[in-house]
């Protein structure tokens, strides 16, 4: 019999959980709810006696100074409430809280329960309020629980059996007998082929079908088929399966390397691989110019992208996305996000360890007040399950989150972007080869190690190969488990050290197949032995084990000597670990089933057997005309619009609840100032706290120029992360970067007519990537792409705007001479760095005015780049006050941040700032204050200093345009003339408001 | 002078062990071991070799029923390999051999929960107050400023007057049992670290208080003065550039946290 311990919070004690709820029932759902209380439930299937379930109710789950536990009773017996909604888990979802219940339940009563059953956790909440059914319906599915993962029982007080309570309900998925291996049989129409694609979220084209087809006509493939006892003509569901998977676009990245022909007018160019010509293609020739200069130790290769540090450390650093689970699943999304990406840097080389995490998300408002499509969930709900899945994700592993932003479009309402960043730092040498070198040798065994596997999580890889539809499959949800994984990657660092094993790499998308399957590539095949797997349950198709995305597992290359050694360190760390096969040199990817075979893949068709696609990319721009620059009436008025803008206005309600400075290093934070909430450009983080030496991360991101010229776009976004990092003291000549395109589908088709222009825009932002970093000297040294961010439902279609994330990772000789944002002193100088130019096209100034078209930033590389420089020369000479970036809002904006975040003022005489002319009249007031023109900074400079950075800056485009004052106050002249005087603290709030939840 | 070895438990979702060993070091300490709590339970390590216990922050288990309560119950139900001891008597043991022990954030929460803090009457493993959500219901991550009560026999925070730590935390409101046991505490001085405003008083308000502690209780500890648990994180301001305002004010290179260290090991040499 199931039994239950419920847990409430004491009479007269706080409900921190109920009143926040209660709180977003009000705000988020607009339903007047007067009171919210929570039960914690705990609900086991093992056969516990009733003083064991006494003692688990009074001194386990229960704090006794607040809390109080009833076993099999009703915790809301005597509560006044009006609805009881509770909320657990769907079976087979990773219920934390259900697992370490049962493993503190094992500890406590000196037995191990694991074989017997589990624990299952779920929340009860009691809302007092005049609602309805409809209303707690909606308060349940809307935003206490996902119905992908989640179940929930609604009662109203009247219904409550108040002896009993609730029924206890074991959401436990049963162990069920295994499913055969099935052979298809792909002799069969196209149409057909097509159709089996779709059916089971292959997402293969026709062409590549036909590959695989042909593959198994092949005599000799026949053969050797035959004699391992497989069907010879046909593949089976395993061997479809992998094969869907690591062709798909999101292991093989097929659009990035395939060939286009790029139409401009009547100019035709053809393009062989975007990758190998523009990312690739730079950083070969930037590490080429670089010489003996060149920092990048690992590129391409592997989970992330390897540089210097110093002598005895290298730098790792990785991005990724998570869009498709985040949009279904924002919290789960988000979570599995961020602990997924912490497996790369793990998995990189010979493991590192983790030092920070990035996150950077786009969504569409929060206060969207339209209808939502059908299977979107709302833009707040995505937001903050979002926020919550990297807080969770991140704060529990220990690694600081140091750098991010939040960009907002309608856009995103159709898939929003979750991009999750990690860094880690890797020993320049392990048993005396260097650190980022790996090799799994023939003979040596596989081991798995972490979770478990279920079936969460099939098909990951190819559902994000696909848009978003009405049938995309919810197995492609699942929870994360840092504490897990934290275990894992605790051990691993201690097994790395005692040199244990040969390779490492983690299972993300693909799961076993494409882990094992990466690694086998060194030795030249591997035997995977299914059945020795360990499940979260029985019952799952071998070819499911095999693909399954289950998190918290890395994969391993264990020599047979020291795998006795590398299990008993597992085991005294309470790590599983497990031999589930070996590497080979047979050239094939073979995989057995209680000693069956169920798949035999040549390892070369497998990896290089992908027919390569054909595209048409035709651009032509959209701007047909450029727009009127507004007038602005009212200063005052402007500036607190602009600066409450969603992509300018603080985002410190999400920065604060993540933990930014855990590990002990943080130097440039991203709140500082002198009420600590000024917003800083990058950060800086000292990963060894014996020496000053320290890792700049910043990033740049600017989705909205694609709406003029994706190249203007990505640009911009390089630009951006540079100047971030040149402000806070970061040397433009060690640094690194790491591209993230996020597409909408750029494959034309009938039912995605403007593919050949999405092309066209993805052709254009490679281009600016590879002159960007080229003239910059800035080598990509990791990347990924994501590129079909749509929503299709019904006659809807959402399409994100082409968005490329850039980030930057680099070396700082001497934390001590960073600079931040906040003027600091009145009296010291204020300076307008760089050249202002009319350049409001898709500015915010504009957006605010529902305007977009007018020229977008232009990104002058050169200029730009002797001023980045001779910059960092003047931080080194510590000449700098304050220094702050020029970015969306433009001018204005950084002068109000400057100055709030210094509690201080600014005096500002525009005519003095550099800027171009328009037309042969200099610029208006409204041009050169909301111009997005990139390369600029404000930067404040004490009265004594001023001598030695004008000559640190001398050559460079820069003027001495007022000073910071006491009186808290922006006040902008114009020549003798007088713009306004704008109270700080007004515009302060007007930047505060926006987003404080 | 007797050497002063210092142990930081790591594992199960420990986060702060490395700037906590580097504060030791920072400190004087000769030895400071990280050391996997499984290491412990294994036998390998042994905590009556060690003077100095640290207990750093994180999240134990998650804190998935509730902040360090798995943990707790795992230090006093968990056996130790080849002794028949548990963790909690080793503690015990150490607290009784006149050693030091200082919990931070999650380590404080175990204290707390363990019954080790604040042991009125010298009551051990006696739950007299717990650590639970803040206020708001959220995680935060902030820098406040707290005081010292120069009458505590808190051997850590001798001599301090004021200074900036950070918290990061979700669960950092200190809960007494009863207004009774709230009293002793009070009147013992065993609340030693409060939450100060910018006046210096002991604040309730939020953000200077950030979590909604009675009267501002940021730390706590016991009769003897040395076991010590707060919910700031010393460990994170060992060098100025860890202060949010190091590039507008002229600050110490040495970070203020380290004080509580450096009372520690001080105190130990002496003992």
């Given at each position: 019999?199931?039994?239950?311990?419920?847990?409430?919070?004491?009479?007269g004690?706080?409900?921190a959980?109920?009143?926040k709820i209660?709180g977003?029932?009000?705000?988020d759902?607009?339903?007047?709810?007067?009171n919210?209380?929570?039960?914690?439930?705990?609900?086991?299937?093992?056969?516990?006696k009733?003083?064991?379930?006494?003692?688990?109710?009074?001194?386990?789950?229960c704090d006794?100074?607040?809390?109080e536990?009833?076993?099999?009773?009703?915790?809301?017996a005597?509560?006044?409430?009006?609805?009881?909604?509770?909320v657990g888990?769907?079976?087979?979802v990773?219920?934390?809280?259900?697992r370490?219940?049962?493993?503190t339940?094992?500890?406590?009563?000196g037995?191990?329960?694991?074989?017997?059953?589990?624990?299952h956790?779920?929340?009860?909440y009691?809302?007092?309020?005049?609602l309805?059914?409809d209303?707690?319906?909606?308060?349940?599915?809307?935003?206490?629980?996902?119905?992908?993962?989640?179940?929930?029982?609604?009662?109203?007080?009247?219904?409550?059996d108040?002896?009993?309570g609730?029924?206890?309900?074991v959401?436990?998925?049963?162990?069920?007998?295994?499913?055969?291996t099935?052979?298809i049989?792909?002799?069969?129409s196209?149409?057909?082929?097509?159709?089996?694609?779709?059916?089971?979220?292959?997402?293969?084209?026709?062409?590549e079908?036909?590959?695989i087809r042909?593959?198994?006509?092949d005599?000799?493939?026949?053969?050797?088929?035959?004699?391992?006892g497989l069907?010879p003509d046909k593949?089976?569901?395993?061997?479809?399966?992998?094969?869907?998977q690591?062709?798909s676009?999101?292991?093989k990245h097929?659009?990035?390397?395939?060939d286009?022909?790029?139409?401009?007018?009547?100019h035709?160019?053809?393009i062989?691989?975007?990758f190998d010509?523009y990312?690739?293609?730079?950083?070969?020739?930037?590490?080429?110019?670089?010489?003996?200069r060149?920092?990048?130790?690992?590129v391409f290769v592997?989970?992330a992208?390897?540089?210097?540090?110093?002598?005895?450390w290298?730098?790792?650093?990785?991005?990724?996305?998570?869009n498709?689970?985040?949009a279904?699943d924002?919290?789960?999304?988000?979570?599995?996000?961020?602990?997924?990406?912490?497996?790369d840097?793990?998995?990189t080389?010979?493991?590192s360890k983790?030092?920070?995490n990035?996150?950077v998300?786009?969504?569409?408002?929060?206060?969207?007040?339209?209808?939502?499509p059908?299977?979107?969930?709302h833009?707040?709900?995505?937001f903050?399950g979002?926020r919550e899945?990297?807080e969770?994700?991140?704060?529990?592993s220990g690694?600081?989150?140091v750098?991010g932003?939040i960009?907002f479009?309608?856009?995103?309402?159709?898939?929003?972007?979750?991009f999750?960043?990690t860094?880690?730092?890797?020993?320049?040498?392990v048993?005396?080869?260097p650190g980022?070198?790996?090799h799994a040798?023939s003979?040596d065994?596989?081991v798995m190690?972490?979770?478990r596997?279920g079936?969460d999580?099939?098909h990951?890889?190819?559902?994000?190969?696909?848009l978003?539809?009405?049938?995309?499959?919810?197995?492609?949800v699942?929870i994360?488990?840092?504490?897990t994984?934290?275990r894992?990657?605790d051990f691993?660092?201690?097994a790395?050290?005692?040199a244990l094993?040969n390779?490492?790499?983690d299972?993300?998308?693909g799961?076993?197949?494409?882990?094992?399957?990466?690694?086998?590539q060194?030795?030249?095949?591997?035997?995977?032995?299914?059945?020795?797997?360990?499940?979260?349950?029985a019952?799952?198709?071998?070819?499911?084990?095999?693909l399954?995305?289950?998190?918290?597992?890395?994969?391993?290359?264990?020599?047979?000597?020291?795998i006795d050694?590398?299990?008993a360190?597992?085991?005294?760390?309470d790590?599983?670990?497990?031999i589930?096969?070996?590497?080979?040199d047979?050239?094939?990817?073979n995989v057995?089933?209680?000693?069956?075979?169920?798949?035999?893949l040549?390892?070369?068709?497998?990896?290089?057997?992908l027919?390569?696609?054909?595209?048409t990319?035709?651009?032509?721009?959209?701007?047909?005309?450029?727009?009127?620059?507004p007038?602005v009436?009212n200063?005052?008025d402007?500036?607190?619009?602009?600066?409450?803008?969603?992509n300018?206005?603080?985002?410190?309600?999400?920065?604060?609840q993540?933990?930014?400075e855990?590990?002990g290093g943080?130097?440039?934070k991203?709140?500082?100032?002198?009420?600590?909430?000024?917003p800083?450009?990058?950060?800086v983080?000292r990963?060894?706290l014996?020496?000053?030496?320290?890792v700049?991360?910043?990033?740049?991101l600017?989705?909205?120029?694609?709406d003029?010229?994706?190249?203007?776009?990505?640009?911009n976004?390089v630009?951006?992360?540079?100047r971030?990092a040149?402000a806070?003291?970061?040397?433009?000549?060690?640094?690194?970067?790491?591209?993230?395109f996020?597409?909408?589908?750029?494959v034309?088709?009938?039912d995605n007519p403007?593919?050949e222009?999405?092309?066209?825009?993805?052709?254009?932002?490679?281009r600016?990537?590879?002159?960007?970093?080229?003239a910059?000297?800035?080598p990509?040294i990791?990347?990924?792409?994501?590129?079909?961010?749509?929503?299709r439902?019904g006659d809807?279609?959402?399409?994100i705007?082409?968005?490329?994330l850039?980030?930057l990772v680099?070396?700082?000789?001497?934390?001590s001479k960073?600079?931040?944002?906040?003027?600091?002193?009145?009296?010291?100088?204020?300076?307008i760095?760089?050249?202002?130019r009319?350049?409001l096209?898709?500015?915010?100034?504009?957006a605010?005015?529902?305007?977009?078209?007018?020229?977008?930033?232009?990104?002058?590389?050169?200029?730009?780049?002797?001023?980045?420089?001779?910059?960092?020369?003047?931080?080194?000479?510590?000449?700098?006050?304050?220094?702050?970036?020029l970015?969306?809002?433009?001018?204005?904006?950084?002068?109000?941040?400057?100055?709030?975040?210094g509690?201080?003022?600014?005096s500002?005489?525009?005519?003095?700032?550099?800027s171009?002319?328009?037309s042969g009249r200099?610029?208006?007031?409204?041009?050169?204050?909301?111009s997005e023109?990139?390369?600029?900074f404000?930067a404040?400079?004490?009265?004594?200093?001023?001598?030695d950075?004008?000559?640190?800056?001398?050559?460079?485009v820069f003027?001495?345009?007022?000073?910071?004052t006491?009186?808290k106050?922006l006040?902008?002249t114009q020549?003798k003339?007088d713009?306004?005087?704008?109270?700080?603290d007004?515009l302060?709030?007007?930047?505060?408001?926006?987003?404080d939840? | 002078?007797p050497?002063?070895?210092?142990?930081?438990?790591?594992?199960n979702?420990?986060?702060?062990?490395y700037?906590m060993?580097?504060?030791?070091m920072?400190?004087?300490?000769d030895?400071?071991?990280?050391?996997?709590i499984?290491?412990?339970l294994?036998g390998?390590?042994?905590?009556?070799?060690y003077?100095?216990?640290n207990l750093?922050?994180?999240f134990?288990?998650?804190?998935?029923?509730?902040a360090?309560?798995?943990?707790?119950?795992?230090?006093?139900y968990?056996?130790?390999?080849?002794t028949g001891?548990?963790?909690s008597?080793m503690?015990?043991?150490f607290i009784?051999?006149?050693?030091c022990?200082i919990?931070?954030?999650?380590?404080?929460?175990?204290?707390?929960?363990?019954?080790?803090l604040p042991?009125?009457?010298?009551k051990?493993?006696?739950?007299f107050?717990?650590?639970?959500?803040?206020d708001?219901?959220r995680?935060?991550?902030?820098?406040?400023?707290v005081?010292?009560?120069?009458?505590?026999?808190?051997?850590f925070?001798?001599?301090?007057?004021?200074?900036?730590?950070?918290v990061?935390?979700?669960?950092?409101?200190?809960?007494?049992?009863t207004?009774?046991?709230?009293e002793?505490?009070?009147?013992?001085?065993?609340?030693?670290?409060?939450?100060?405003d910018?006046e210096?008083?002991?604040?309730?308000k939020?953000?200077a208080?950030p979590?909604?502690?009675i009267?501002?209780?940021?730390?706590?500890?016991d009769?003897?003065?040395r076991?010590?648990?707060l919910m700031?994180?010393?460990e994170?301001?060992?060098?100025k550039?860890?202060?949010?305002k190091?590039?507008?004010?002229?600050?110490?290179?040495?970070?203020?946290?380290?004080?509580l260290?450096?009372?520690?090991?001080?105190?130990?040499?002496k003992?």
């Amino acid at each position: 019999m199931p039994q239950r311990i419920e847990v409430r919070i004491k009479e007269g004690r706080f409900d921190a959980l109920g009143a926040k709820i209660a709180g977003r029932i009000r705000e988020d759902l607009g339903i007047p709810v007067k009171n919210v209380q929570s039960v914690q439930v705990y609900t086991t299937d093992i056969d516990l006696k009733p003083d064991e379930m006494d003692i688990l109710a009074a001194q386990t789950f229960c704090d006794a100074v607040i809390q109080e536990a009833f076993v099999n009773g009703c915790a809301a017996a005597d509560r006044d409430f009006d609805w009881l909604i509770e909320v657990g888990f769907l079976p087979g979802v990773t219920d934390n809280v259900g697992r370490t219940a049962g493993e503190t339940a094992g500890i406590r009563l000196g037995r191990d329960l694991r074989a017997q059953g589990g624990f299952h956790s779920s929340i009860q909440y009691l809302i007092q309020g005049d609602l309805d059914r409809d209303q707690a319906e909606k308060i349940a599915g809307d935003l206490l629980a996902n119905g992908l993962i989640q179940r929930w029982t609604i009662i109203s007080t009247n219904e409550l059996d108040r002896e009993k309570g609730m029924k206890a309900y074991v959401p436990k998925v049963a162990d069920t007998q295994t499913p055969p291996t099935e052979t298809i049989d792909l002799e069969i129409s196209d149409d057909e082929l097509v159709n089996l694609s779709k059916s089971k979220t292959l997402a293969l084209s026709l062409k590549e079908m036909h590959a695989i087809r042909d593959h198994y006509r092949d005599k000799k493939v026949r053969a050797q088929r035959g004699s391992l006892g497989l069907a010879p003509d046909k593949p089976t569901d395993a061997e479809l399966e992998v094969l869907a998977q690591t062709w798909s676009e999101h292991c093989k990245h097929k659009i990035f390397a395939s060939d286009i022909t790029y139409y401009e007018g009547d100019h035709a160019e053809e393009i062989d691989s975007l990758f190998d010509t523009y990312v690739k293609g730079s950083t070969e020739k930037i590490r080429k110019e670089k010489g003996d200069r060149d920092f990048c130790q690992s590129v391409f290769v592997d989970n992330a992208g390897v540089i210097r540090f110093n002598d005895e450390w290298s730098l790792v650093m990785k991005v990724e996305t998570h869009n498709s689970p985040s949009a279904l699943d924002p919290y789960g999304g988000a979570l599995t996000g961020i602990v997924g990406v912490n497996r790369d840097p793990f998995g990189t080389g010979m493991g590192s360890k983790l030092i920070f995490n990035t996150d950077v998300f786009c969504f569409a408002s929060p206060f969207w007040d339209k209808p939502i499509p059908r299977r979107l969930l709302h833009p707040k709900r995505i937001f903050e399950g979002v926020r919550e899945g990297v807080e969770h994700g991140g704060n529990k592993s220990g690694i600081p989150t140091v750098n991010g932003s939040i960009v907002f479009d309608e856009r995103y309402a159709g898939k929003p972007l979750v991009f999750c960043g990690t860094g880690g730092l890797l020993p320049a040498e392990v048993n005396g080869k260097p650190g980022w070198e790996k090799h799994a040798k023939s003979g040596d065994l596989v081991v798995m190690t972490g979770g478990r596997i279920g079936a969460d999580g099939i098909h990951g890889a190819t559902f994000s190969s696909e848009l978003l539809h009405e049938d995309s499959p919810a197995t492609a949800v699942q929870i994360g488990d840092p504490i897990t994984q934290k275990r894992m990657t605790d051990f691993l660092l201690v097994a790395r050290d005692m040199a244990l094993y040969n390779s490492i790499t983690d299972n993300g998308a693909g799961g076993l197949a494409s882990s094992i399957g990466e690694m086998a590539q060194d030795s030249g095949g591997c035997e995977i032995y299914l059945d020795k797997a360990p499940l979260k349950y029985a019952g799952l198709a071998p070819w499911m084990i095999l693909l399954s995305e289950s998190q918290e597992r890395m994969t391993l290359a264990v020599p047979k000597e020291n795998i006795d050694e590398f299990f008993a360190l597992a085991k005294s760390m309470d790590v599983e670990a497990t031999i589930v096969g070996k590497y080979t040199d047979s050239g094939y990817f073979n995989v057995f089933f209680d000693e069956k075979a169920i798949a035999s893949l040549p390892m070369e068709f497998l990896h290089d057997g992908l027919p390569r696609m054909e595209l048409t990319a035709r651009w032509q721009s959209p701007v047909t005309h450029l727009e009127e620059v507004p007038k602005v009436a009212n200063w005052a008025d402007a500036f607190k619009r602009i600066l409450g803008r969603l992509n300018v206005c603080s985002k410190e309600y999400v920065v604060r609840q993540y933990d930014h400075e855990v590990q002990g290093g943080s130097v440039v934070k991203p709140l500082c100032g002198a009420m600590l909430d000024g917003p800083s450009d990058a950060a800086v983080y000292r990963p060894l706290l014996h020496t000053m030496e320290a890792v700049v991360v910043s990033h740049g991101l600017c989705p909205r120029y694609s709406d003029i010229d994706a190249y203007d776009m990505a640009a911009n976004a390089v630009d951006e992360a540079l100047r971030n990092a040149v402000a806070v003291g970061g040397n433009p000549r060690h640094m690194a970067g790491l591209d993230n395109f996020c597409w909408c589908d750029p494959v034309a088709a009938p039912d995605n007519p403007d593919g050949e222009y999405k092309l066209a825009q993805l052709v254009r932002a490679n281009r600016a990537l590879y002159d960007a970093t080229v003239a910059y000297g800035i080598p990509c040294i990791s990347g990924k792409d994501s590129m079909k961010n749509d929503y299709r439902v019904g006659d809807v279609k959402i399409s994100i705007p082409p968005t490329l994330l850039f980030s930057l990772v680099g070396k700082i000789e001497d934390a001590s001479k960073c600079v931040t944002m906040d003027a600091k002193k009145s009296g010291d100088v204020l300076y307008i760095l760089g050249t202002t130019r009319p350049e409001l096209g898709a500015s915010e100034y504009f957006a605010e005015f529902g305007l977009l078209y007018g020229e977008a930033p232009r990104v002058r590389y050169d200029e730009n780049f002797q001023l980045y420089t001779q910059l960092h020369r003047a931080v080194l000479g510590r000449c700098i006050a304050s220094c702050h970036d020029l970015s969306d809002g433009g001018l204005a904006v950084a002068l109000a941040e400057t100055a709030f975040a210094g509690n201080l003022g600014l005096s500002l005489d525009l005519s003095l700032v550099p800027s171009t002319e328009q037309s042969g009249r200099p610029m208006s007031p409204e041009e050169i204050l909301f111009s997005e023109s990139a390369g600029r900074f404000v930067a404040t400079v004490r009265p004594d200093k001023v001598h030695d950075f004008e000559k640190a800056m001398e050559g460079c485009v820069f003027a001495r345009a007022g000073q910071v004052t006491e009186i808290k106050e922006l006040k902008i002249t114009q020549g003798k003339s007088d713009l306004c005087v704008l109270p700080v603290d007004d515009l302060k709030a007007a930047w505060k408001n926006t987003l404080d939840f | 002078m007797p050497k002063i070895r210092s142990i930081i438990i790591s594992g199960n979702g420990v986060n702060c062990e490395y700037e906590m060993a580097h504060a030791n070091m920072m400190a004087g300490a000769d030895a400071a071991d990280i050391v996997s709590i499984y290491e412990l339970l294994a036998g390998k390590k042994k905590l009556d070799e060690y003077q100095f216990l640290n207990l750093p922050g994180g999240f134990m288990d998650g804190d998935d029923l509730g902040a360090a309560k798995a943990g707790a119950t795992r230090y006093q139900y968990a056996k130790v390999e080849g002794t028949g001891e548990i963790l909690s008597d080793m503690l015990k043991r150490f607290i009784d051999d006149g050693k030091c022990i200082i919990g931070v954030c999650n380590g404080f929460q175990l204290l707390i929960k363990l019954g080790l803090l604040p042991a009125i009457d010298g009551k051990y493993f006696t739950q007299f107050a717990t650590l639970t959500e803040n206020d708001r219901g959220r995680f935060e991550d902030r820098w406040v400023r707290v005081s010292y009560d120069e009458h505590s026999p808190c051997v850590f925070t001798k001599n301090l007057d004021v200074m900036d730590l950070p918290v990061r935390h979700g669960e950092g409101k200190f809960v007494p049992a009863t207004m009774d046991i709230y009293e002793a505490m009070k009147k013992k001085h065993l609340v030693p670290m409060r939450y100060v405003d910018e006046e210096g008083n002991p604040s309730e308000k939020y953000p200077a208080n950030p979590n909604g502690s009675i009267e501002g209780v940021a730390g706590v500890c016991d009769e003897s003065g040395r076991v010590f648990g707060l919910m700031p994180h010393p460990e994170a301001y060992l060098h100025k550039t860890n202060h949010p305002k190091w590039t507008r004010e002229e600050l110490p290179t040495k970070g203020q946290g380290l004080r509580l260290f450096e009372n520690a090991v001080e105190y130990l040499r002496k003992a």
